[in-house]
């Protein structure tokens, strides 16, 4: 029975080092999705902050015209524009944009920095400087590091962290090719 199961495992062909390169991909790939997530939601709440003010200041107009000329319209149009002010606040904070903003970017961070440690590793492995036990060892800390950062990182959307943490089943994300990952760790394809 184990001769066979041999066989099984003699097609699929992993190192250590693809092993790096793939998780490095996947690291690599989760901090521009989150960065770029940072960034799309942070020009939303920049938008509604602006959009915020920009009533505020028409209803404030509005209000100062009904008090120099006294008319039902100015009152009116004053009600109704703070109205929409509120309502675009209300959908901020109810949407949590300002803390969702910050927790990307906290994640991307922490992702950038395992990112730098993957090249580093890729680096060292490349140049020789460890032994098979080392790398095994580095490359364990790593994804157990990687994980916990995933564990800590969701107070306020943990459905939508978990579905950018892996790939999409349906094939509309693509993993980062050879290509792509040789351009940020040229020097560790061996």
């Known amino acids: ?5 041999r066989a099984a ?8 080092i693809d092993h790096l390169r793939i998780n490095f991909g996947l690291v690599a790939q989760n901090y521009t999705v989150h960065a770029q997530a940072a960034e799309r939601l942070a020009a ?25 000329r006294p008319a039902r319209e100015y009152q009116i149009a004053a009600a109704l524009i703070a109205a929409g002010a509120f309502v675009v606040q209300v959908v901020t904070v109810a949407y949590h944009v300002e ?13 950038w920095l395992m990112c730098e440690r993957y090249r580093s ?3 060292e492995i490349h140049d020789g400087l460890l032994d098979h036990a080392t790398i095994l060892h580095r490359r364990d800390v ?6 916990t950062i995933y564990e800590q990182g969701f107070p306020i959307d943990q459905q939508a ?4 943490r892996q790939l999409p089943s349906d094939g509309s994300v693509e993993p980062m090719s050879d290509a792509q990952l040789d ?7 061996s």
Request: no cysteine.
């Open 44 to 68: 939303f709440a920049l938008k509604a902050r602006i959009t915020t003010l920009a009533l505020f200041a028409l209803a404030t107009g509005s209000i100062l015209l009904n008090l120099i």
């Open 99 to 111: 803390a969702r903003v910050y927790s990307h970017r906290l994640l991307a961070h922490r992702l």
């Open 121 to 123: 590793l890729l680096t």
């Open 9 to 16: 495992f003699a097609v699929f062909s992993l190192s250590v």
């Open 1 to 5: 029975m184990a001769q066979p199961l």
């Open 183 to 189: 351009q940020v760790a040229p020097a560790a394809r």
């Open 142 to 147: 790593l994804s157990e590091e990687v994980h």
């Open 161 to 164: 962290y978990e579905s950018m």
